[in-house]
């Protein structure tokens, strides 16, 4: 009852646009580097990320129908920038049809070998924030993660939730060479996420925070959700800032 964050990642060292393999994926398949749903979801943002990046757009049998859409916003920059580039389609999302491949291609303008990132989230329904209060707690990790792809890092938390039940809302992930995260929810297969920012004192997009996306997901207070992490590069320095309400 939420949406399912996706990455691909390539280093490319061609012109011209080129597909990008599909980080392994443990929810959805991965086939021939592809994402492979197993139903219809429906594409709510997409992010995409390299220093040399000029275009991206979408192939899937779905796409090529019409035409391969574009995606017009890129962050062309080596990480995350302060309030990224992304492209919204939260008022009419993107239909990806389950059972057929999908993958994102990127023109890299440079030619060079240099790291290409897009992210996708992928929604299986929505369901509005109810009206009231929305805390933020934060918490820091030393788990090491391993380059482009997802890493569960363990997460301590700066304070404890009274006993109760709680939807998480929003949230940040900031680590130098973080690119996006995840959460993990007991019970719930969909993990959505977000794109991280590289210092404290950035900000990722609106979307992410307070809401944007709608409830990601219902927890116990004596198990919070944890989170997965996609860094360009190993790290063990991580920061996790949580939005939630009290549900019960």
Not at 88 to 107: A, K, M, S, V
Not at 223 to 228: D, F, L, M, S
Request: with cysteine.
């Amino acid at each position: 009852m939420t949406y399912h964050t996706v990455a691909f990642f390539e280093n490319m060292s061609t012109t011209g646009f080129e597909g990008v393999n599909a980080v392994q994926d443990t929810i959805l398949n991965t086939v021939n580097n592809r994402i492979l749903p197993g139903s219809n979801y429906g594409l709510i943002y997409v992010y995409v990320n390299s220093a040399d990046v000029s275009l991206a757009r979408l192939d899937s049998p779905q796409s090529r129908a019409v035409v391969l859409p574009l995606f017009p916003e890129v962050d062309q920059n080596s990480g995350p920038s302060s309030d990224p580039n992304i492209n919204d389609y939260r008022q009419n999302p993107f239909t990806i049809r389950g059972l057929e491949e999908f993958q994102p291609q990127i023109d890299n303008v440079s030619g060079g070998p240099s790291d290409q990132f897009v992210i996708m989230g992928l929604q299986e329904s929505f369901q509005p924030v109810p009206a009231g209060e929305i805390w933020t707690m934060h918490g820091t990790s030393t788990t090491s993660t391993n380059a482009a792809e997802w890493t569960t890092i363990t997460i301590s938390w700066s304070d404890e939730l009274p006993a109760g039940s709680w939807a998480l809302v929003g949230g940040l992930a900031q680590s130098t060479t973080g690119i996006a995260y995840r959460w993990v929810l007991e019970g719930q297969d969909l993990r959505p996420g977000g794109v991280c920012t590289t210092s404290l004192a950035n900000r990722t997009a609106d979307m992410f925070y307070g809401g944007g996306l709608g409830v990601l997901g219902k927890f116990q207070a004596w198990n919070p959700p944890r989170i997965q992490m996609l860094e360009s590069s190993a790290s063990s320095d991580i920061n996790v800032f949580m939005q939630f309400m009290r549900i019960g």
